[in-house]
Structure formats: C-alpha cells, structure tokens
C-alpha cells in the first residue's frame, strides 16, 4: 500500500485557538473488522501515530474492549457474531468510557442518524474517507479521554496546564 501522505493525513488537528492538537501518550485504538479494510486503516492509523490491534470478530472485539486497554474502538457495523452495539453496552456496562467509531462501505443518511442515535461517536465511509477517519478518531481519542477513558486519563501530563482548586468554595479560591 502507498504511504498516505496527503495534507489530511500529515497536517496536526488545530483546536479552535490555533494550537496542536497532539495524540496523548498511550493512547489504543482497537479495530473490529473481518475484511481486508482492517489492515489499510490499521496501516493509515499507524502512519498517523496511533497504536492499533486488530479483532477480527465481534466476540474477540468485546473481550478485547473489556480489557479497558483502549480509548477508541473503530467497528463496521455488522459482523458475522454480532452488531457493534454490543460494544457501546460493554463500554457503558463496564463504565469503560471508549468511543465507538464506525467504518462502513455504504450506508444511508437513516443509517447514520441510527447510528449516532445509538450511541456512535460518528460514522464514515471506509473505503473513501480514510483521511478523514483519522480526524475524526483523534477527535473521539479526546472525547474519550474526557470521559475517563484510558491509563492517563486520571493524570494531566506534566507540561499540561493545571488550575489548582484546593477549596470548594467556587472559583473564587481557584489559582491558575
């Protein structure tokens, strides 16, 4: 396969104020997937920095959720032993806090708003939005990370800014 060198592949994500968004450190993304598009966004998400494995049936993708390993899993929506709903329950049952990103071939408009409806982080099309993937998984790596997911979640790292609130008594009391 070509190495994916394109601006929406090299390019930092920039958050509203003009700063880099960078991927945290240890951050997992675990790819449910039974065809061959498992290896290509596993090759795009490795060019982009991310640390990936690969399941390649719903049962080995929940078990491999539950670990608590990862912060995001990517999931088409229908394989042979199961529905990628199965993994928004282990993530809200286990009290996980992964998102859950689909990669369809073809879905509809309906289908989407199923999907996010459902509990989706969001959905795109994996054989012509793999760029845009990429995006969209450092976005829910973030999303995940503010939910509580992940080893670091817990611990700002230490060249992050960090206000300090030794008192309840409101933000009045609060140092930056």
């Known amino acids: 396969m070509a190495n994916l060198t394109t601006r929406e592949t090299t390019r930092e ?19 449910v997937c039974e ?39 990517v999931s088409t929506p229908l394989l042979n032993d199961g529905s990628w709903r199965r993994l928004i329950d282990i993530a809200n049952h286990y009290d996980l806090g992964f998102e859950v990103v689909l990669g369809s071939r073809n879905f509809d408009l309906h289908d989407w708003a199923e999907a996010m409806k459902d ?19 450092k976005t829910a790596l973030w999303a995940a990370y503010l939910k509580g997911a992940g080893p670091t979640a817990a611990t700002p790292p230490a060249n992050a800014p960090f206000v300090s609130c030794p008192s309840e008594r409101g933000s009045e009391a609060c140092a930056t």
């Open 13 to 31: 994500n920039k958050t509203r104020s003009g700063l880099p968004l960078k991927l945290p450190e240890g951050a997992r993304i675990l790819v």
């Open 35 to 73: 065809d061959a598009d498992a290896e290509r966004l596993k090759t795009v998400l490795q060019e982009a920095g991310f640390i990936s494995e690969i399941a390649r049936s719903m049962t080995e993708g929940c078990e491999a959720a539950k670990s608590g390993r990862f912060q995001v899993v």
């Open 119 to 137: 509990g989706a982080f969001e959905v795109f099309d994996i054989l012509s939005e793999l760029p845009r993937a990429v995006e969209t998984i």
